[in-house]
């Protein structure tokens, strides 16, 4: 099992940017898939999380209408679109595949596998 997230970088605040996580070594759409992120010197945090179809999403308190998680089971990929970006959204961004007996979404210990992380910083 092996996940590659990407698309992070430098941004200015405002800018939207799209992360990708490219999966391999199961069958994509048999899981669950979420985004996490980890801001300097804070916990890792739950974002978002979209069912093995993509039929159903789930989203943390404080995403409001600025983050939306995606995915495309032909392509094994799933996204994190992140509009109206501000310094806050600096961060470590982790995609992870969620095991298939654990059911709270937002718990880390849910989670199986887990991509390298990809950077993104904001910049005022």
């Known amino acids: 099992v092996q996940l590659q997230a990407c698309g992070g970088g430098l941004v200015q605040a405002g800018d939207s940017l799209r992360l990708s996580c490219a999966v391999s070594?199961?069958?994509?759409?048999?899981?669950?898939m979420a985004w996490f992120r980890q801001a300097p010197g804070k916990e890792r945090m739950f974002i978002a999380h979209?069912?093995?179809?993509?039929?159903?999403?789930y989203y943390a308190g404080f995403v409001k209408d600025r983050i939306i998680i995606s995915r495309d089971n032909a392509k094994n990929t799933v996204y994190l679109q992140i509009n109206s970006l501000g310094p806050e959204d600096t961060a470590v961004y982790y995609c992870a595949r969620r095991s298939i007996d654990k059911y709270d979404m937002k718990s880390l210990n849910s989670y199986d596998n887990w991509g390298q992380g990809t950077l993104v910083t904001v910049s005022s």
């Open positions: 979209i069912s093995g179809s993509g039929g159903m999403t």
């Open positions: 070594g199961y069958t994509f759409s048999n899981y669950g």
